[in-house]
């Protein structure tokens, strides 16, 4: 049994999409579909950069959605391969709503660029933080967050593979926590290059927005069911997507469980689909005895088929 699953914020880099546009017109279409719905050249952006563009959030969730959906498109047509379950790693979970065809693509990346916007937007550059810890079980790592906080937010808000967590939350809250999980014996504490603190509480203001933006987008039946990052289980109800992306963005990514969700329903290869190879090395991480591949351009589409 197969799931498609489809990279978040960080797998980006110029170039991405590249190849497939060059050598297949369904991915060239794709791209062109996605200029004409957001009204710039997002195509450009990705094949060319320049990287510091790239990494605005505003243009980092458009530009990875569509590259997924371009190589997508590809895999579509060129293998015929049909997944039993669809997964997406935060921003990822947008690409499997319309591998699952309950999202149209024009509606999904317009979507996710007031997204990213609405995320930065919520918490003052410099304010925020994120952060990974390595080695430390999520017990631990809880009771960490709460002596960290000391009045502030910091919570876990990835929950990627186990023993490998990401944290988020004020700036000042994040760096106690990585301090105080060194002492409590984690092998690594490091802040992470981002812009805002994704997946805490301090994001519930971006929800509120992203609701008003998702309450005018028609979802229609899915094709196949896709496991949410909030819940860690498999979705098939159509009418309660609105409400599980509104929670996505303050909520943490679960998913380990996810995969393991997906491997206990019977998955036993996950097909990575977009820019680079991260979910693929987290999967083997979760989950050893299944198998993965990762399909960017036309050198990785070969070895799948």
């Known amino acids: 049994m197969i799931a498609f699953v489809f990279p978040g914020q960080g797998s980006q880099h110029a170039g991405m999409g590249k190849d497939l546009a060059d050598n297949f017109k369904v991915a060239k279409e ?10 710039f050249d997002i195509a450009s952006l990705c094949f060319n950069g320049p990287e510091e563009d790239l990494k605005l959030t505003t243009n980092t969730q458009p530009a990875i959605l569509t590259t997924s959906i371009a190589a997508l498109k590809v895999v579509e047509q060129e293998t015929g391969l049909q997944p039993s379950y669809a997964a997406g790693h935060s921003l ?5 709503l319309v ?11 317009r979507t996710v660029r007031q997204r990213g916007a609405f995320m930065q937007e919520a918490v003052p550059v410099g304010v925020g933080a994120m952060a990974a810890i390595i080695g430390l079980d999520t017990d631990a790592l809880n009771a960490v967050c709460e002596e960290a906080a000391a009045g502030e937010v910091v919570s876990p808000a990835n929950f990627n593979s186990p023993g490998q967590v990401v944290i988020a939350g004020h700036a000042s809250a994040v760096e106690r926590a990585i301090t105080l999980a060194k002492e409590k014996g984690a092998k690594r504490a490091l802040p992470l290059p981002v812009s805002a603190p994704f997946h805490c509480s301090l994001m519930v203001p971006a929800g509120e927005r992203l609701n008003e933006v998702l309450s005018g987008v028609a979802f229609s039946e899915m094709k196949v069911p896709v496991v949410s990052n909030v819940e860690a289980t498999a979705n098939n109800d159509h009418n309660r997507l609105q409400q ?4 996505q963005v303050s909520a943490p990514v679960r998913w380990d469980e996810s995969v393991a969700c997906m491997v206990a329903a019977g998955v036993d290869k996950f097909v990575e689909i977009g820019a680079g190879k991260v979910l693929s090395g987290l999967v083997k991480r979760i989950e ?6 990762n399909i960017e351009d036309s050198a990785s589409l070969a070895k799948l088929s």
């Open 30 to 39: 794709l791209f062109e579909e996605a200029n004409d719905a957001l009204g």
């Open 99 to 109: 591998c699952a065809g309950a999202m149209q693509f024009d509606d999904a990346v």
């Open 92 to 96: 990822g979970e947008y690409s499997a």
């Open 288 to 293: 050893r005895s299944v198998s993965t591949a």
């Open 244 to 247: 599980l992306l509104v929670a």
